[in-house]
């Protein structure tokens, strides 16, 4: 490698990050609009009455995941995620491993942020998610205050890369199972395909 490409790698490594991450965010944008199919009736009922508040939703939905999300993961990618050294790369197995050790980091790490957040001291940061108690929709599952997404949803990822050093693939899988699970836990209509509805549905009592 000659001197000024080893300078710019950096560079080319941060912009690469940035792209999937826009990726991902577009994915995750995506997937949130086809599962709000699932919750018409919902929504024309936030839009009747609250018709400030579904803006809202998708204002943050919008920051959060294109503002956010896209810089996180070059972060992410470009300090701590395995880049493959020419004729070796991870495993399978050590994808997978390192997929699981995400996962269950993220999780970790999104509870403890979670139950902070129900404090006085920090109810802020998660007040504006707490609006969709009664009309739940898939939108509202990244419709957080900028500090509750960066808080409890990104940190944990950084976290676990550090923690858990997995490949792109085993990060890209994880968010994936993570991103998915958060949209289907706030899509009621589809709630019997994830077990973890019930338990999230404490606090979103009601739904329209």
């Known amino acids: 490698m000659d001197p000024s490409s080893r300078i710019l790698a950096p560079y080319y490594g941060a912009a690469a990050g ?3 991450g826009f990726q991902v965010a577009l994915c995750t ?3 949130t609009a086809l599962l709000e199919l699932f919750s018409t009736k919902t929504v024309a009922s936030l839009l009747k009455t609250t018709p400030g508040l579904y803006r809202a939703c998708v204002r943050a939905n919008l920051v959060n995941n294109l503002a956010i999300g896209p810089p996180t993961y070059a972060l992410a990618t470009e ?4 880049k493959s050294d020419p ?3 991870y495993s399978l197995l050590r994808s997978a491993l390192a997929t699981v050790g995400l996962v269950v980091t993220h999780a970790l790490g999104y509870h403890y942020a979670h139950s902070q957040m129900h ?3 920090m109810y802020w940061a998660h007040k504006f998610h707490h609006a ?3 009309h739940v929709t898939p939108s509202s599952a990244n419709a957080v205050s900028v500090v509750e997404y960066a808080y409890a949803y990104m940190l944990p990822f950084v976290v676990g890369c550090a923690v858990c050093a997995p490949d792109e693939r085993a990060l890209l899988t994880a968010v994936a199972v993570i991103s998915v699970n958060n ?3 706030h899509t009621p209509a589809l709630e019997v395909l994830n077990p973890l509805s019930d338990e999230h549905s404490f606090f979103h009592p009601s739904s329209v």
């Open 18 to 20: 940035l792209i999937t």
């Open 87 to 89: 004729g070796y790369s």
């Open 132 to 134: 969709f108690a009664k």
């Open 183 to 185: 949209l289907l836990i």
């Open 79 to 82: 300090f701590f995620v395995y």
């Open 119 to 121: 404090r006085p001291q």
């Open 29 to 31: 944008l995506t997937l």
